[in-house]
């Protein structure tokens, strides 16, 4: 059984296709942003969106039991934060670990249109890159 089953089989159908829909709207925007964390006048706004949009990913992946998902968004959500703490712009490290998580979501997001078990998380995606700017 596929990720969707299982979901569709634990959650009511309408939660499921909501949360696909909601997700794949966030995971869009994802990319652009993180490219935007390397421009010093969009960081502050491209940062505060991505943190909003991992907490949300968070939340709702929470309230339907997807742990990767759940522990990867955690991740994020804490490294963003610490990124808060810099004046900006992100250096090249955190973008490209930024795109690499992104494309772990968009793998997953087509992991559950296809029915498929989640993508695992390659080990190297858990290690956090040196967030201090150049």
């Known amino acids: 059984m596929g990720i969707r089953r299982e979901l569709e089989a634990n959650f009511d159908f309408e939660i499921v296709d909501e949360f696909l829909d909601h997700s794949a709207m966030m995971i869009e925007v994802m990319e652009g942003l993180i490219v935007d964390l ?43 934060e610490q990124l808060r703490s810099y004046p900006g712009p992100a250096n090249d490290d955190v973008v490209n670990w930024l795109l690499a998580i992104n494309d772990i979501f968009l793998r997953w997001q087509d992991d559950l249109k296809l029915d498929n078990e989640l993508t695992k998380i390659q080990f190297s995606l858990l290690r956090l890159p040196d967030m201090e700017t150049v």
């Open 38 to 80: 390397g421009s010093e006048q969009r960081y502050t706004r491209s940062l505060d969106e991505l943190f909003r949009i991992f907490h949300n990913l968070k939340s709702a992946a929470g309230f339907l039991q997807m742990e990767p998902m759940v522990r990867l968004a955690t991740l994020v959500e804490d490294a963003l």
